[in-house]
């Protein structure tokens, strides 16, 4: 279960040219608030978010439940396009994979899916047909609880969104948690989807140079905010400007200083002020290259 989270945080001072949250939960929301903390719902969360500058949004579904949410929302408010896929670790349960982590970190969850990996995956190729559904993800490698045969399960879910992207012309977005290598692996090995986003990058400045060479795009979230991610801000300064993207990967990785509290999109702000700052950019300018990388990645909401 998410970790409750307290109140939320102001508005920030909105942005001087409308950007876009390439990658946001607005479905578990809910599941992260204290009792009593009010719940916008998702109009009301994106009413906000255009307040400050954030017009628009991918609403990212990376199971069964969430996938069918995020393409309903996308026909209900021009402002949603979604993404579709079953998340590395959704896919372990899928497989039914009962097995102990590594290094002493805590099991994987005993319970099983009751529909079958191959199934789910079914059912997202379906949803993914649907226009309103502009990218395959997120999905990926996520080896921080992962045993062998949960990895190898990932690995087989991971190659089969990658050729789903790639049969559907849609780009791709990864979420790589402790994999950066292997991802990169199975991309060079499988051949990435012409166009390939690294959600909330999270490696350093080596491997965001690798993926730039490759011609992917990294997609940036609150953790450039963070004191401990150095990493992460050397990375960004290494990537050009038309392969950069900004997210809040909501309602997690509340950017700093409000670290702990529930995140949301009218947050992005703080993200994208403080990218420009760790690249010497300026602001509007930064902000009209964000949205154009959006909407070419995406297409027009």
């Known amino acids: 279960m998410a970790r409750r989270r307290g109140e939320w945080p102001p508005d920030p001072e909105p942005l001087p040219v409308p ?32 307040a400050v500058g954030v017009e628009a949004v991918v609403q990212i579904g990376c199971d069964l439940d969430s996938a069918r949410v995020s393409v309903a929302w996308a026909h209900e408010d021009p402002r949603v396009v979604a993404g579709v896929a079953i998340h590395p670790n959704e896919a372990v349960l899928h497989a ?12 994987q969850p005993l319970d099983r899916h009751a529909t079958s990996l191959d199934d789910a995956l079914a059912v997202v190729a379906e949803l993914a047909r649907d226009p309103r559904v502009r990218t395959i993800g997120e999905t990926g490698l996520d080896f921080f609880r992962a045993g062998e045969r949960g990895r190898q399960v990932q690995r087989e879910s991971f190659r089969a969104h990658v050729a789903l992207a790639k049969e559907l012309g849609l780009p791709l977005q990864i979420h790589d ?5 292997e991802v990169l692996e199975v991309l060079a ?16 400045a080596e491997i965001a140079a690798e993926c730039v060479a490759r011609g ?10 963070f004191a401990s991610a150095e990493d992460v801000r050397a990375a960004a300064r290494v990537v050009p400007a038309e392969q950069l993207l900004v997210e809040t990967d909501a309602p997690y990785l509340t950017p700093a200083p409000h670290r702990g ?9 703080l993200t994208v002020r403080r990218l420009a700052e760790v690249r010497g950019d300026d602001l509007a300018g ?3 290259r964000l949205h154009a990388n959006a ?7």
């Open 19 to 50: 950007v876009i949250d390439d990658h946001t939960h607005l479905e578990s929301i809910p599941h992260v608030l204290d009792d009593g903390v009010p719940d916008p719902g998702m109009t009301g969360q994106l009413d906000r978010a255009a």
């Open 96 to 107: 039914g994979v009962r097995e102990v982590a590594p290094d002493g970190l805590p099991p």
């Open 177 to 181: 948690r402790d994999a950066h290598r």
């Open 189 to 204: 090995r499988d051949g990435a989807p012409e166009v390939t986003v690294f959600h909330c990058f999270s490696a350093d």
């Open 216 to 225: 992917y795009l990294l997609s940036f979230a609150g953790p450039v905010t």
């Open 261 to 269: 509290a529930p995140n949301a999109p009218y947050l992005l702000p």
């Open 286 to 288: 930064l902000c009209a």
């Open 295 to 301: 909407t070419r990645v995406y297409g027009p909401w």
